[in-house]
T-cell receptor, first 115, second 114 residues
Framework: GESVGLHLPTLSVQEGDNSIINCAYS??????FIWYKQESGKGPQFIID?????DKRQGQRVTVLLNKTVKHLSLQIAATQPGDSAVYFC??????????????FGKGTLLTVNP | NAGVTQTPKFQVLKTGQSMTLQCAQD?????MSWYRQDPGMGLRLIHY???????DQGEVPNGYNVSRSTTEDFPLRLLSAAPSQTSVYFC?????????????FGSGTQLSVL
């Protein structure tokens, strides 16, 4: 079954607000997590990643938080802009052996930024 | 660098027809993969390859064949198209090595099977 899921399929925010997109995973062996952004008609683009030995990682306007206790991942976007409107996917990698090459993606959250 | 290039961008097939989706990358990546994206289903792995001459199945391999004769190219073949294969297909590549390597995606091929 789908081990990577999202709490909210859609999220609508005002320009300038902060956005938080959540993701749950069920496999405790997952050792690497990654967020992708997909704009309409385009392929997914890398945003940020985090390994399971970390709790937090920051990029430019984005922060990923990992809570291994409750198997929860979140993507925070600061000062959301209209250009951030897209579908956001989380993906997990289950560590070890051949599964190192099989990223499992969640179903995605549609973020809409209102001007 | 062009990155990951997929052709065609759009394709309409009749049930039972065969076709090949092309994927090429110019980043000398050893790992290449094919995903399909359906509404509400996210991205699902079809096949992947960790180098020339090596391929393996992903989550949804049935109905698809792949081969990897060169590092640059990883074509996906539909031998007898079915309406259930109507989807958007993405090719992706990355270097092998540590799991921290990011996947680079192509722009996708939208396939409709009537």
């Amino acid at each position: 079954g789908e081990s990577v899921g999202l709490h909210l399929p859609t999220l609508s925010v005002q320009e300038g607000d902060n956005s938080i997109i959540n993701c749950a995973y069920s496999n405790s062996a997952s050792d690497y997590f990654i967020w992708y952004k997909q704009e309409s008609g385009k392929g997914p683009q890398f945003i940020i990643d985090i390994r399971s030995n970390m709790d937090k990682r920051q990029g430019q306007r984005v922060t990923v938080l990992l809570n291994k206790t409750v198997k929860h991942l979140s993507l925070q976007i600061a000062a959301t802009q209209p250009g951030d409107s897209a579908v956001y996917f989380c993906a997990e990698n289950i560590g070890g052996g051949g599964s190192n090459y099989k990223l499992t993606f969640g179903k995605g959250t549609l973020l809409t930024v209102n001007p | 660098n062009a990155g990951v290039t997929q052709t065609p961008k759009f394709q309409v097939l009749k049930t039972g027809q065969s076709m090949t989706l092309q994927c090429a990358q110019d980043m000398n990546h050893e790992y290449m993969s094919w995903y399909r994206q359906d509404p509400g289903m996210g991205l699902r792995l079809i096949h992947y390859s960790v180098g020339a001459g090596i391929t393996d199945q992903g989550e949804v391999p049935n109905g698809y064949n792949v081969s990897r004769s060169t590092t640059e190219d990883f074509p996906l073949r539909l031998l007898s198209a079915a309406p259930s294969q109507t989807s958007v297909y993405f090719c992706a590549s990355r270097p092998t090595g540590s799991i921290g390597e990011k996947l680079f995606f192509g722009s996708g091929t939208q396939l409709s099977v009537l």
